[in-house]
Every structure is written in structure tokens, then in C-alpha cells.
């Protein structure tokens, strides 16, 4: 079965960096596009940062800048590397794999999440 774990929240100044992970594992991590969801309190969760299989990214534009993308084919792990952090980036951040990015609608399997905080 599909199982995705995510690593490296915290809690992080204003201005701070995080790196989080995501691996993955019980499906052909090469052949799916990965991306990173987060939720703050009260709000709809939402696409911060995808990958396509091909290694075309997408990034909401409060992160465009920020935010990178990457993955490892070798490994099955997808990274999100978080620049000059804002109190606005506070939120729970999911780990997601399904066949083709949607920023639009939600669908494919969730890791649990990890919690990114940032001070002010």
C-alpha cells in the first residue's frame, strides 16, 4: 500500500529555512507526480509546490521564489526546501502522490503531515 512519510518540520524565526522530506514507498514513485499540500488552521488546504514525473514543478505564487521542489528517483523521496520563511508559511504540510498534478482539485494518497511554524 501506498505510505508516504514526511520529516523536518518545526518550528523556525521569520526569515528562516526548513528543508522537509517525504518518503515513499508501496508504488512506482518515478512514474507519479509528488507534491506538497499545506493546511493552516480555518483554511483549505492547498498545492504549495508540485513535480511531475518529468521533473516539470508548479508553485503557488506566495512561494514562487521561496519554495523549491525537488525529487530523488533512487531514493523515492521528494523534498520541499523553504527559503526566507513567513509567519504566513505556519501551517501542517502534507506529503502527496497521485499520476498528474492538480493545483485545483484534491486527490491521491496523504502522508500524515508535519508541522511548520514560524515565529515572527
Known amino acids: 500500500q501506498v505510505q508516504l512519510v514526511e520529516s523536518g518540520g518545526g518550528l523556525v524565526q521569520a526569515g528562516g529555512s526548513l528543508r522537509l522530506s517525504c518518503a515513499a514507498s508501496?508504488?512506482?514513485?518515478?512514474?507519479?507526480?509528488m507534491g506538497w499540500y499545506r493546511q493552516a488552521p480555518g483554511k483549505q488546504r492547498e498545492l504549495v509546490a508540485g513535480?511531475?514525473?518529468?521533473?516539470?514543478?508548479y508553485y503557488t505564487e506566495s512561494v514562487k521564489g521561496r519554495f523549491t521542489i525537488s525529487r530523488d528517483n533512487a531514493k523515492n523521496t521528494v523534498y520541499l526546501k523553504m527559503n526566507r520563511l513567513e509567519p504566513e508559511d505556519t501551517a501542517v504540510y502534507y506529503c502527496?502522490?497521485?499520476?498528474?498534478?492538480?493545483?485545483?482539485?484534491?486527490?491521491?494518497?496523504w502522508g500524515q503531515g508535519t508541522q511548520v511554524t514560524v515565529s515572527s
Open positions: 508501496g508504488f512506482t514513485f518515478s512514474i507519479y507526480a
Open positions: 502527496n502522490a497521485r499520476i498528474r498534478l492538480d493545483p485545483v482539485n484534491l486527490g491521491g494518497s
Open positions: 513535480i511531475s514525473s518529468s521533473g516539470s514543478t
